[in-house]
């Protein structure tokens, strides 16, 4: 009995901690409209998405994020990884005021799927956006400096930010289409789901562009 209701137990921790999400609509491009991703750490094990839109803004996806575990993160389309894309897939990292942190578009295994992970040591715990675009070699998350990582090879490598706009905050994902677009799953290791911002405000957590904006509104 005793270990039948401790299975039980345990199972609907499990069913309560864990969790998917899928993108709700389309996710906003900026760290202002970042897509929230769920119940407040709660484990969060993939982001499934549509890459779609007329421009590069619109194609690319932020997600809010937290990583609990710097060392142990990833976050991947890979197959190998339980990741999913149907278009050469890039992800990078944003720290929540929209500066970068690291970027991958290829695997070493090859053209393709995206892995990021704390190769860097650049990754602390602590909130993130998550964003994925498409492979392009023009257009790219940049600051009003220019791009943020620069597109060119090493296509396999992590990458610090290293491009003339490394030192800025996101502004935009830069002109014309922007890539290819389809469906993606992005695979994670290491990081929770984080609510709306303003849940995160109400439970005293507050992103720090909450805080800033209800103070503007005071
Ligand atoms: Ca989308
Ligand atoms: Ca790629």
Known sequence: MKNI??????TIASA???ATWTEVGDAGYLASTAQATGTLHASLTSITGTRAGATANERADLYLIEIKDANSFIASTDAADGGAATFDTRLM?????GTGVVFND???AGVGPSRINNSTSLITAGYYLLGIDAYSGSAGPSSAGGLIWGLGSPWTTIKAP???GAAGALTGWGTGAG???GTYTIALTGASAVPEPTTMAALGLG???VVRRRRNKK
Do not use: M
Request: hydrophobic fraction near 55%; charge should be negative.
């Open 162 to 164: 290293d491009g003339a």
């Open 207 to 209: 992103l720090a562009a």
């Open 106 to 108: 290829d695997t070493p």
């Open 179 to 181: 890539g290819g677009t």
């Open 93 to 97: 990292l944003f720290r929540l005021d």
């Open 16 to 18: 309560s901690f864990a």
């Open 5 to 10: 209701l401790t299975l039980a137990f345990v």
